[in-house]
């Protein structure tokens, strides 16, 4: 997690919540800790325990959700993956519109953001439009009062090269997260 980080704040990790201040290199320790608990959840419990994590900017593109990453949660707990996202919402809205994709989420386009989510590991299902997307509404105020946030990892996604300004996955879908394209199948030969 090298760079310059987003953030520069104490950053606030309680039972529940991992959460950044905002400021420049406040995230680096959270962000950190939600990607080592993420990784450590996958390896004992498989894919079947994630979701992936998109976000959308109505005041830039209604249309455009952009993948940010995935959420683990432990089986057996108190949480669930709307709460994994609740309780990391503050990290991920902030790596999202500060080190992902500022350009269509951060700046002027900040407000209102959106976290939405879909089945763990379901990236091409999401681009041949076969899935929908769940929205995740709610604060920290709706998890349940045994919710640990040791229970829940964030894996954000990252870019390299050209995909910082060029790439990135995004997939087009309606106000209630139905594609608004129909089913097509990618070609696997090359």
Not at 7 to 26: E, L, N, P, W
Request: aromatic fraction near 6%.
């Amino acid at each position: 997690m090298g760079g310059a980080g987003f953030g520069t704040k104490t950053v606030a990790v309680d039972k529940q919540v991992r959460s950044v201040s905002g400021h420049r290199g406040s995230g680096e320790k959270p962000l950190r800790q939600a990607a080592n608990t993420f990784d450590a959840i996958r390896k004992d419990h498989g894919a079947e325990c994630t979701n992936d994590v998109y976000c959308r900017s109505p005041l830039n593109d209604k249309e455009t959700f952009w993948f940010v990453g995935k959420i683990a949660v432990r089986p057996n707990t108190a949480a669930t993956p709307k709460q994994a996202v609740l309780s990391q919402k503050r990290l991920i809205l902030e790596y999202s519109k500060r080190e992902l994709r500022p350009q269509n989420l951060g700046g002027k386009y900040s407000d209102n953001l959106e976290l939405w989510i879909a089945p763990g590991d379901s990236e091409m299902d999401a681009v041949q439009n076969k899935i929908s997307l769940v929205r995740v509404d709610g604060s920290t105020a709706d998890l349940v009062p045994d919710f640990s946030v040791k229970d829940v990892g964030y894996n954000p996604e990252i870019y390299v090269g050209d995909e910082r300004e060029k790439g990135g996955l995004r997939i087009k879908r309606d106000d209630e997260g139905r594609p608004i394209k129909p089913v097509f199948d990618v070609n696997q030969s090359i």
